[in-house]
């Protein structure tokens, strides 16, 4: 166990009262000076913890992902209003490079992989802004290996040649390798099979735990989601509509109906919900 994952295990003990890692406040975000997508979105992410961001297509998960780490430039967006905080220092303003040299890595939608490289010259990509020495790579090298057995099996494969569930540990790993304190995950359950995506969270699991690595998920799939975080914000149409601790969320009568597909009487069709809008009291 890594002496961060030891910290953030003996302050839970004692009771953290640190400040939380990254804290989003109420930013509002604007795509080509017109499109307004982010309307006033706040959300914190505590230290060694994992925190779901929730909501249909279309919500604004990934915009939320990507104006924390500053990629709404590339796609002409920019943040309007309010701020967003790393360990207390304000971001907005820093380059991706200077965000990941920080600790703060997106693993993108889609895991955009650089399929003309092997497994392996994709993950020591992720090397790069480190610098230091050659085995100190290596070692981290292996420790991704270890968390993903099968990337060892196909380091030497093109990454364009595997599959989708390969290439989401691919662009994992790569993310590891920058030794991140924060991790932002967008969609890792995007196209893969269900027992693919449990082995994803299974790890995401381990990597909290024993790397002390803190993760904030966008992802659709609440029910995984909900399993594996400990608090999670539902987002609906650029707004946080709900916020709580997961379990308290998987509780919801209507989060079950409206999320999960179930209600008091079991699982029902989005076609029976008759009233889909007017149920939902948050939006009120």
Not at 219 to 227: F, I, P, S
Request: aromatic share 6%.
């Amino acid at each position: 166990m890594s002496e961060a994952a030891t910290l953030n295990r003996d302050a839970a003990a004692v009771g953290d009262t640190r400040p939380p890692i990254l804290r989003v406040n109420n930013i509002e975000v604007i795509y080509d000076h017109v499109i307004l997508v982010l309307k006033g979105v706040s959300l914190e992410v505590p230290e060694g913890g994992i925190v779901a961001l929730l909501g249909a297509n279309g919500a604004g998960k990934t915009t939320t992902l990507k104006a924390i780490s500053n990629l709404l430039r590339a796609e002409r967006g920019d943040i309007t209003k309010g701020s967003i905080e790393f360990e207390g220092t304000a971001v907005d303003a820093m380059t991706p490079n200077e965000l990941v040299k920080r600790g703060v890595i997106q693993v993108m939608e889609g895991r955009h992989c650089f399929e003309h490289l092997t497994i392996e010259e994709n993950l020591l990509t992720g090397a790069y802004t480190r610098g230091g020495a050659r085995a100190s790579i290596k070692r981290d090298l292996e420790k991704v290996y270890d968390y993903f057995p099968r990337l060892k099996e196909r380091r030497t494969s093109l990454a364009g040649y595997t599959s989708g569930g390969e290439q989401q540990m691919c662009a994992i790993g790569r993310a590891l390798m920058s030794r991140p304190k924060m991790i932002l995950l967008d969609e890792p359950s995007m196209g893969l099979a269900p027992q693919l995506v449990e082995t994803i969270f299974e790890t995401v699991k381990r990597l909290n735990e024993k790397e002390g690595v803190s993760f904030l998920l966008a992802e659709q799939n609440t029910n995984v989601a909900l399993r594996y975080a400990k608090y999670g914000y539902i987002l609906e149409n650029g707004r946080v509509v709900l916020d709580g601790e997961a379990e308290t969320l998987r509780e919801n009568e209507d989060i079950k109906e409206f999320y999960l597909g179930l209600s008091a009487g079991g699982r029902r069709s989005y076609r029976d919900v008759k009233h889909y809008k007017r149920r939902k009291r948050w939006l009120a």
